[in-house]
C-alpha cells in the first residue's frame, strides 16, 4: 500500500502545487475534492482541529481517554566523548511515530487516473501545526543546531499515523567512569520522556532497539559495540511519568595507551634495569640512566591525565604508570645506598693507611729509644784524697751527668704511663674486643674475615683461615692439624693485622656473596631480583583489576 507523504520542510520555501492531480478526500462527514497542497491543509488542519487537545482525548470527548502510543527511534550518524566535561555529543535523526485521527485521510491513488504521479508530497505551511507529544531529553545539556526551526519533517500517512523527524546535534550527560581504562567499556543514554504528560496519558516506547548502529561510524578513540533500548516508569511528584532510555555500549579503542603509554614505560624499566649492570663507580651513567627514566615516566602519567576529568578513584592506566615511575625511583634510591656504601669502603681503606702508620710506629718505637740513649761511659777515676775522703761518712757528691744516665731508660724506654704507647695499645685492645664476637679471648677466621672486611680487604672465611696460617708458618709456630681451629690471641692479633701485608696471600677473587663489598651486593641484587619483582607486581596489578 503506497503512503502520502506530507512533509513539513520548513527549510524550503517554495510550495508544490497539484493543478494536474486532482482527487476526493473524506475528511470528516465532508468529501472534498482537493486540488493543491493548500486546499488539504485547510480540509485537515481548519477551525476544527485543536493542536493543544491529543488525539484520544478529540476522539472520545473524554479526558480519561485511552493513552497516547508513541515510539521513538533515533538515527545515529556520529557520536563524540568528552571525558573531562562527562558528556557525549550525538549527531542524527531523532524520529517519533504518533497516530492521530483526526488527520486520516483517503489516498488519491484510490482513485485510478485522478494522478499521474499519485505520491505526491506538499509542504507544511510554517503557521500549520498539529499535536505532536513534548518529549525532551532529562540529560540533555545544550544544542550545536544554529537554527532550531530547520532540519524538520513530518509525513502523515492515511491512516492517521504521523512519522516526525528532526536533525539533531545535541549534547549529552555521560558518566565516564575510566576505572580500567584504557580497556573499559562505558553506556552512554538518552533518557526521553514526556514533560506535561504522564503516564496516564501517554505511554513511550522504543522501534526495535531505540538507536539504529548501522550507520554510526565509530571515531578514534571510542568504538559503538551495541545498542539497547528500555522502557520504565519514574515516581516524580506524586505523578508516574514515562521514560525511554536509549543506551550507546561503547568500548575505549586501547591501541593508542598501549604504543604511546604503555609500551614506552615498559621500555624505560628495561633501560632502568640495564643500568644495574653499569660498573657502580661510574656515577653520571647510572644517575642520567635512572633519572631521565623518572622523568619521562612522570611526563607520560602527566599526559594521560591532561585528557581526564579530575577524579578520586583509582585508575587501571594510571597505576600502570605510577608503578614504573615508583620502580624509577627505587633505581635512584638504589644508587643512593650504593653509593653510601661506597663512601663507607672508601672510608675502610683510609682505615688500612692509619694501620700502616701503626705498623710503623711498633716497629720503629724500640730503635728510636735505642738510638737516642747515650753510649757507656767507664768510672770515673779516683786520687789518692779521695781515699781520704771515703773515710768520712758523708757520700761523694753525684754529678749531673751521672744523674741524666740513671734515669735515662725512666725518661725513654716505654711504660704504661707513655702516650703514644697507651693510644696504641688501646686501640688494638678495644679493636680486638669489637670483633670478638663470642668474648672467647681470641680472634678465629670468620672474625678475622670481619676485621679484614673493616679495613677494606673482602675476604671470605677459608681465606681469611688461610691467612692466619700462612702467618703461624711465618713466625714458625706450631700448625694445628685440624686448620678449622685456628685463632689468635691479642698479642698475636696485633702482630697479624699490623703486618697483614707480610702475611698477604694476594688480592682475594672471592664469588661469595656474603664476603663480597656491600655496593656490589646491592647491585647484584636488583641484577637478579628487581626484574622479576616487576614482572609480578605487574601480574598481580593486572589479576586484581580484571579478575
Known amino acids: 500500500m503506497k503512503v502520502l507523504v506530507v512533509w513539513v520542510a520548513i527549510a524550503f520555501a517554495d510550495e508544490a502545487s497539484f493543478s494536474a492531480c486532482r482527487w476526493q478526500t473524506t475528511v470528516g462527514n465532508q468529501s472534498v475534492w482537493t486540488v493543491s497542497s493548500n486546499e488539504l491543509e485547510e480540509a485537515l488542519l481548519g477551525d476544527g482541529y485543536d493542536k493543544s487537545v491529543r488525539p484520544g482525548v ?20 556520529s557520536f563524540a566523548i568528552d571525558e573531562i566535561d562527562q558528556t557525549m555529543t550525538a549527531r542524527g535523526y531523532f524520529r517519533w511515530f504518533w497516530r492521530d485521527q483526526r488527520l486520516a485521510y483517503e489516498s488519491p491513488w484510490e482513485y485510478p487516473g485522478a494522478c499521474e504521479e499519485p505520491e505526491q508530497v506538499w509542504n507544511l505551511s510554517p503557521e500549520r501545526e498539529i499535536w505532536r507529544p513534548d518529549l525532551y531529553a532529562e540529560n540533555y545539556r545544550e544544542s550545536n543546531i544554529l537554527d532550531e526551526e530547520t532540519g524538520k519533517l513530518t509525513w502523515i500517512y492515511p491512516d492517521g499515523s ?24 562505558h553506556v552512554c543514554s538518552i533518557d526521553v520522556s514526556s514533560y506535561s504528560y504522564s503516564a496516564t496519558h501517554v505511554r513511550i516506547t522504543a522501534e526495535e532497539n531505540g538507536i539504529d548502529p548501522d550507520s554510526t561510524r565509530s571515531n578514534a578513540i571510542w568504538e559503538l559495540d551495541r545498542t539497547s533500548a528500555r522502557s520504565e516508569l519514574r515516581y516524580y511528584h506524586d505523578s508516574v511519568w514515562p521514560f525511554v532510555t536509549l543506551r550507546i555500549h561503547i568500548t575505549r579503542r586501547s591501541k593508542y595507551h598501549k604504543i604511546y603509554s604503555m609500551v614506552p614505560a615498559a621500555i624505560f624499566l628495561a633501560i632502568v634495569y640495564a643500568g644495574f649492570f653499569i660498573d657502580r663507580t661510574s656515577a653520571p651513567a647510572r644517575v642520567g640512566i635512572s633519572v631521565t627514566s623518572v622523568l619521562i615516566l612522570r611526563l607520560l602519567l602527566n599526559s594521560v591525565f591532561a585528557g581526564m576529568e579530575t577524579v578520586s578513584y583509582e585508575i587501571y592506566l594510571t597505576q600502570f604508570l605510577t608503578i614504573a615511575l615508583v620502580f624509577g625511583c627505587v633505581s635512584v634510591g638504589q644508587y643512593g645506598v650504593v653509593q653510601y656504601y661506597m663512601h663507607e669502603e672508601q672510608r675502610a681503606v683510609s682505615r688500612r693507611w692509619t694501620l700502616e702508620k701503626l705498623k710503623g710506629r711498633t716497629n720503629t718505637r724500640m730503635e728510636s729509644v735505642r738510638s737516642r740513649r747515650p753510649k757507656s761511659r767507664p768510672p770515673p777515676k779516683r786520687s789518692s784524697s779521695s781515699n781520704e775522703e771515703t773515710k768520712n761518712d758523708d757520700p761523694p757528691a753525684t754529678t749531673t751527668d751521672d744523674a741524666d744516665d740513671q734515669c735515662w731508660d725512666n725518661k725513654y724506654l716505654p711504660s704504661p704511663r707513655n702516650p703514644i704507647w697507651d693510644r696504641d695499645v688501646e686501640y688494638m685492645k678495644a679493636l680486638f674486643d669489637r670483633f670478638d664476637s663470642d668474648d672467647s ?3 678465629e677466621a670468620r672474625e678475622a674475615s670481619n676485621v679484614l672486611r673493616y ?51 694476594g688480592e682475594a677473587d672471592t664469588k661469595k656473596f656474603l664476603f663480597q663489598p656491600r655496593s656490589l651486593q646491592c647491585d647484584v641484587v636488583c ?15 593486572w589479576v586484581a583489576w580484571f579478575r
Open 58 to 77: 478529540a476522539a472520545t470527548k473524554e479526558i480519561d481517554a485511552p493513552t497516547e502510543n508513541v515510539s521513538v527511534h533515533m538515527h545515529l550518524l
Open 162 to 185: 504521523v512519522f516526525y523527524s528532526r536533525y539533531l546535534n545535541a549534547v549529552f550527560e555521560c558518566k565516564i567512569k575510566a576505572q580500567k581504562m584504557p580497556f573499559d567499556s
Open 441 to 443: 679471648g681470641r680472634i
Open 455 to 505: 679495613y677494606g680487604v673482602f675476604v671470605d672465611t677459608n681465606h681469611a683461615r688461610d691467612l692466619i696460617l700462612n702467618w703461624r708458618f711465618m713466625n714458625k709456630l706450631q700448625i694445628p692439624v685440624d686448620h678449622r681451629n685456628v685463632s689468635l690471641n691479642f698479642a698475636q692479633f696485633q702482630d697479624f693485622l699490623s703486618n697483614y701485608e707480610n702475611y698477604s696471600l
Open 527 to 541: 641484577r637478579y631480583c628487581w626484574f622479576p619483582v616487576v614482572v609480578i607486581t605487574y601480574l598481580l596489578h
